[in-house]
């Protein structure tokens, strides 16, 4: 049996095997958010390119978290911010546009903008699933 044993405030480790859903359209995007988080140590899963696959990874993956763009091909990803949420898992909002227009329900919920560091990433990331 082990005990837990509080820590001071979040480290990297906490990110450690955390199954992170990335959804971003732009494959030079994707890739740098796959790589950022592979090197904190997260099990990425997609990145989903398109809205169905975003969909489909959002409803059947085990998730401890999400990055989603909220433009994916022309289109708005709330559909898959609609799953998250009914599932209770929570996600960060990013953007490469100025304009972050969003409807109400979206409008309080932590947001990255495009292009981030992997220092902005990871704290963003322990704010949101600590």
């Known amino acids: 049996m082990t005990s837990y044993e509080p820590h001071a405030g979040p480290s990297a480790t906490d990110l450690q095997g955390r199954r992170i859903l990335v ?28 809205m169905a696959a975003a969909l489909q990874l959002a409803h059947e993956e085990e998730l401890d978290g999400a990055i989603v763009d ?3 091909r022309g289109g708005k990803a ?8 009914d599932r209770g898992i929570p996600f960060l909002l990013s953007s490469g546009y ?3 227009s969003m409807p ?5 919920k932590p947001r990255l903008a495009k292009p981030y560091t992997p220092n902005m990433l990871r704290e963003t990331l322990l704010e949101l699933l600590a």
């Open 23 to 50: 959804v971003e359209d732009s494959p030079v995007v994707a890739e740098a958010s796959d790589d950022m988080l592979r090197d904190m140590g997260c099990v990425v899963v997609g990145p989903a390119g398109n």
């Open 70 to 72: 909220i433009n994916i």
């Open 78 to 85: 709330f559909p898959v911010l609609k799953i998250l949420e």
């Open 98 to 100: 100025a304009d972050w």
């Open 104 to 108: 109400e329900e979206w409008q309080g």
